[in-house]
């Protein structure tokens, strides 16, 4: 059954009451047709279009991100306006001699090959906690993953009972709703067959009371 069943269920199964539902698919087989389906989407398009349409959605059209982060607002206005990234400045990765005989220059060199370094050190030390560690890392990341899943799934089964349990409860509302709706459309039936009569009776009584007093204006002229 279609999850989107639930949304028309009775109000019976969805415990409220403000909601008159006069959809009975399990009942109404004419819906079945190719000819009748196509005359009721074409009303419903019809009443859509007179309908004065709204936005559902509570949320805000537009937002302002990164307020509060002077660098990423102005990035975020970058992406927004498609312009190019700037390129890293890959000199600082370089190690590069001084330019001159300048004490500065030396300096300058001296500090970035220190700096050079640092960085490989903390590399090197990374790439070790990675191989002592991120096996049992990942490990414990899929541990985790799989229980999610599962609690995914466990949830994804309950929900699809008690949607199937909602469609049962519908249905055996519908067929005990038929049951009534049969038995009025039989009375109806009888009564306009009895008023059919009725009228038929009448009809004759008047013909015979008309030609009774064409009888009598007759009979008194003679």
Not at 114 to 128: D, H, I, R, T, V
Not at 183 to 205: H, M
Request: contains cysteine; charged residues 35%; negative net charge.
């Amino acid at each position: 059954m279609s999850d989107t069943l639930i949304e028309s269920s009775s109000t019976k199964a969805l415990g409220r009451s403000d909601i008159d539902i006069d959809a009975l698919p399990y009942v109404d087989r004419e819906i079945d047709d190719a000819d009748m389906k196509a005359s009721v989407d074409r009303l419903i398009e019809q009443e859509m279009r007179r309908m004065k349409r709204k936005e559902r959605s509570e949320l805000p059209l537009s937002v302002d991100l990164f307020q509060n982060n002077d660098i990423l607002s102005q990035e975020w206005h970058r992406v927004g306006k498609k312009e190019n990234l700037v390129a890293l400045d890959e000199t600082r990765y370089e190690l590069q001699g001084p330019d001159s005989d300048d004490v500065e220059a030396w300096k300058k060199a001296v500090d970035n090959t220190k700096a050079q370094l640092e960085s490989q050190a903390g590399s090197m030390f990374n790439l070790e906690l990675l191989q002592k560690y991120g096996a049992n890392a990942w490990r414990v990341h899929n541990y985790q993953l799989e229980a999610d899943l599962k609690q995914i799934q466990q949830e994804t089964e309950d929900y699809r009972n008690q949607i199937n349990q909602i469609n049962r409860e519908r249905k055996a509302d519908q067929m005990k709703a038929a049951e009534t709706l049969q038995a009025l459309e039989n009375k109806w039936s009888d009564l306009i067959s009895q008023n059919l009569q009725v009228e038929i009776g009448c009809a004759a009584l008047e013909s015979e009371v008309e030609e009774l007093r064409q009888y009598r204006q007759k009979m008194g002229t003679q």
